[in-house]
């Protein structure tokens, strides 16, 4: 009897308890408004401005250039670190060069980045009053650390030569390390704001209205997804624009050492952008699995349905990017007249990629008559219709970064002979682990994209980016041993290139210019005709899907402004360094 | 400056090139324009109708067929035939030991399959050992269904499985919030207004629009005379078309029926003279 009065109280203060918790939750709740329901009478309209395209152009600009000036600054340390470590002058230089253009890049970031505050506040400012009020807190830091990055960028730019040489130069180093921690930090934030408006946490989900804990609204469930997509895509970005600055030089060189320093560049920089673009079809994998967990529907919205045959759109964009690489390490072949031995093998290589690219290519739905319908038996052809869907788009991705790091090996080795006892057997052991990894992949994708359900078709993903991983690593590794102490047959000639490699560079920073923005576009259409996910809906005039065609051209707007104050930056550039040069 | 304009021609060149093939060398589909909360007058509706709203919910707002379809299989069948049919699994659904929900009857079961899809998942589509279910809570978020058009999906179900019909109409349910919200659209003023706004073109291929579901209307009014078009707008099923895209014959019952009691006068003759014109 005493043991049970004894539990009834428990329970009573128990019940006491969470009937105060859920006071106090309701209070909390009560804190804070919902989130607002507005209609098209809400969104100003100002001089005749389309305010859905200028806030897109404008965002997109900003994401630009602030990719740019995010991604430099990691290559530039790693380089300076190099150049520390080997004691090799021309490293440190390069760096310094890089930093120096993206110096212009920084402040259009900031400029760009005003603009788009300014944009939401006149045309959104429902939207951004709401975003304001989840995101007050990281908001005011961000705005700190912008002046900490300012602060660092140009201490770290102005005290190159100041900071040079023994205790000095660390110092200089850590700088950039605080410079790359700051930068991050910002790019995280803003991730936050863009993946709650896809994936909103820490707000009520039927009024929105904010339940108290900003930390919950920053780590939505697609943050971390893209946070790491876009710190890999902006080293690939990063890269790809340095590799056309270089490419610009190259072009308007007139002196042998001055062509042999911008090739050394370019071709640095080419391999800055090809480090970042091999994994980021992984990292772009995990984005999307992520956002199929998040919301099937949103997952099917963009692979399945208005957004599908924006992929066949990326997969030209992708093919321009591995031919644009592939093409660039072929023509570097001619900088040592020991490719004579591996040129032969370009053709097939070069083969391999278009197959490829042209699984890629292949949409799953075709758009036919209805005699070809008849024709073919229903809209998926029985063999070809596969090569639509993820096993066979994975299988030519994979395949495309393994030639591509086959271009890169060939290249790398043009110039030397290895002269190890096991050489033979060696580059017989490369070549068979070339030929499984391969023959895996290609098991993988025919299996599951012939026999098996629509759910397992993705299984087919991690064995065969583990085959690509064992295959560049254990090639790696089995040439880092080859090739110690090899013989070097005839030297590479820096410059010695011809200069339509130089527009492969461009090729590069034009696909990739345009692919971020397209990619951009999907990420963020398929909320549709929401401002926030579920949460907040977007009653604007502009509230529609656009086409494939309309979208592009918003976007090829972009990119032309885009690349217009780039090549703009370049000429400046070339201006100021004849100026030098001249005193 | 030589090389600074080759290299600008250079980019504009690349940059036509994608914007080009964007445009002219891959479909441009047009997304149906987002969705309008409608006021529901369930007090005058026909059971025929209401199977008929909950047939065009699942179909549309509902979203349900991205999932529940023959092509990706993604989630199980729910509209098909014999067992195929979820309403006639159901009583089976609420023996089943690993059945965890509350429902005590088919109807329920229905009703909460869609309120708290992870009450139960087919096994080998969810996660956690198929005790999570992927398919959102369709009341909630951006579906956003109302009870009566929940009601009317369970409807819709019961009448495809062949099973008895045992949802009731709601009646007298207070207009939704949303509902009380929404203005009335404004009237269409071109044929192609017209086909936007009813949404034609999800199943039909006429003018702009591409749907593969429906017969092509592309070149209709060279086969069909104005009083057969009619007939065809303001009463589908009287007359079915023998071949739908793929060389599949048409299904009785898929395109709506209320389109004469939703368009406006001028909307329908708008349509219809569009249609003997489209030769």
Redesign the interface.
């Known amino acids: 009897m005493y043991e049970s009065d004894i539990a009834n109280a428990e329970e009573a203060v128990k019940s006491e308890a969470k009937a105060t918790e859920a006071v106090k939750e309701g209070e909390k709740k009560a804190e804070y408004p919902p989130a607002p329901k507005l209609t098209a009478a809400d969104y100003p309209q100002i001089g005749g401005f389309n305010s859905r395209i200028l806030v897109w152009i404008v965002a997109q600009l900003h994401l630009w250039f602030a990719a740019f000036v995010l991604a430099v600054p990691i290559f530039v340390l790693i380089i300076e670190a190099i150049g520390m470590a080997t004691k090799d002058q021309r490293y440190d230089n390069m760096a310094y060069e890089f930093i120096k253009v993206s110096m212009a890049a920084y402040s259009i970031t900031a400029i760009m980045g005003g603009l788009l505050t300014f944009s939401l506040l006149i045309f959104y400012p429902d939207l951004f009053k709401y975003l304001t009020s989840l995101f007050s807190r990281s908001m005011l830091a961000y705005a700190f650390l912008f002046f900490a990055e300012s602060a660092s960028l140009y201490v770290y730019y102005y005290g190159w030569h100041w900071l040079e040489g023994g205790f000095k130069k660390w110092v200089h180093l850590t700088i950039g390390l605080v410079l790359n921690f700051v930068g991050t930090v910002l790019m995280l934030f803003a991730n936050a704001w863009v993946t709650f408006s896809m994936s909103p946490n820490g707000v009520d989900p039927g009024t929105g209205a904010f339940l108290g804990s900003e930390w919950d609204v920053i780590h939505n469930f697609l943050w971390n997804p893209l946070n790491l997509h876009r710190v890999v895509a902006n080293i690939a970005y990063g890269g790809s624009i340095i590799g056309a600055y270089a490419a610009y030089k190259f072009l308007g060189s007139a002196s042998k050492e001055d062509r042999a320093h911008y090739d050394w560049m370019g071709y640095t920089s080419n391999i800055i952008a090809v480090g970042g673009l091999l994994p980021l079809p992984f990292a772009g994998y995990w984005l999307v699995k992520e956002i199929y967990a998040y919301s099937q529907q949103m997952g099917i919205t963009l692979m399945g349905g208005v957004f599908a045959w924006l992929f066949i759109m990326q997969a030209v964009l992708i093919g321009a990017l591995f031919l644009s690489v592939n093409y660039y390490l072929w023509c570097g072949m001619g900088r040592s007249e020991g490719s004579v031995r591996y040129t032969k093998n370009i053709k097939w290589i070069a083969a391999a990629v278009v197959a490829c690219f042209l699984v890629w290519f292949t949409p799953h739905t075709l758009v036919l008559t209805n005699q070809e319908l008849k024709a073919l038996g229903g809209p998926y052809h029985k063999y070809l219709g596969p090569l639509g869907i993820m096993p066979a788009k994975n299988t030519a991705v994979n395949i495309m970064i393994i030639m591509t790091f086959l271009s890169f090996t060939l290249y790398r080795r043009v110039n030397k002979i290895a002269t190890v006892s096991w050489a033979d057997a060696g580059s017989a052991v490369q070549a068979a682990i070339f030929a499984g990894g391969i023959g895996n992949i290609i098991f993988l994708g025919v299996y599951h994209g012939y026999f098996t359900n629509t759910a397992y078709k993705v299984a087919s993903s991690i064995p065969q980016v583990s085959s690509t991983a064992v295959v560049i690593i254990a090639t790696l590794i089995i040439d880092s041993m080859m090739f110690k102490g090899a013989k070097e047959v005839a030297p590479l000639r820096w410059g010695n290139v011809p200069a339509r490699s130089q527009y492969a560079l461009f090729t590069l920073a034009v696909s990739f210019t345009w692919l971020m923005g397209l990619m951009g576009y999907i990420r963020s259409g398929i909320r549709q005709h929401w401002h926030v996910n579920s949460i907040m809906r977007d009653n604007s005039i502009n509230a529609f899907t656009p086409t494939i065609g309309y979208a592009a051209q918003v976007v090829t707007l972009a990119a032309v402004i885009f690349m217009a104050i780039v090549i703009f930056i370049f000429w400046l550039s070339n201006i100021s360094s004849k100026k030098s040069a001249a005193h | 400056m030589k090389?600074?304009l080759?290299?600008?021609f250079?980019?504009?060149l690349?940059?036509s090139g994608?914007?080009g093939?964007?445009?002219?060398g891959?479909?441009?589909?047009?997304?149906a324009?987002?969705?309008t909360e409608e006021k529901l007058d369930l007090g005058n509706m026909t059971m025929d109708q209401f199977i008929a709203l909950g047939d065009k919910v699942f179909n549309g707002k509902g979203?349900c067929t991205?999932?529940h379809n023959n092509v990706?299989?993604?989630a199980p069948m729910l509209d098909g035939a014999g067992e195929e049919a979820v309403a006639n699994r159901a009583p089976l659904r609420l023996k089943d030991p690993r059945y965890k929900g509350k429902a005590t009857t088919p109807e329920e079961y229905l009703r909460e399959s869609m309120k708290t899809p992870s009450a139960f998942v087919v096994a080998?589509?969810g996660s956690d050992n198929d005790t999570k279910s992927?398919?959102?809570v369709v009341t909630?978020?951006?579906?956003g269904l109302s009870d009566a058009e929940v009601d009317a999906v369970i409807a819709f179900l019961q009448n495809k499985s062949g099973v008895e019909v045992t949802v009731k109409i709601p009646v007298g349910a207070p207009p939704s919030e949303k509902a009380e919200?929404a203005k009335p659209a404004e009237p269409a003023k071109t044929p192609e207004e017209v086909i936007v706004k009813f949404g034609c073109g999800a199943c039909h291929k006429i003018g702009k629009e591409?749907g593969?579901i429906g017969p092509?209307l592309t070149h209709v009014g060279k086969s069909k005379n104005e009083s057969y078009l009619r007939r065809a707008v303001l009463d589908p099923n009287a007359d079915i078309a023998k071949?739908c895209?793929?060389?599949a014959p048409c299904v009785p019952g898929m395109m709506p029926p209320d389109f004469g009691a939703k368009m406006t006068g001028s909307e329908f003759e708008m349509l219809v003279q569009y249609l003997v014109k489209s030769k």
């Open positions: 090389i600074f080759k290299i600008v250079f980019c504009i690349v940059f994608f914007v093939f964007a445009n002219f891959i479909p441009q589909v047009k997304s324009p987002p969705p979203t991205l999932c990706g299989k993604r080998g589509f992927p398919m959102p909630q978020g951006s579906i919200e591409e593969a092509d071949n895209p793929g060389g």
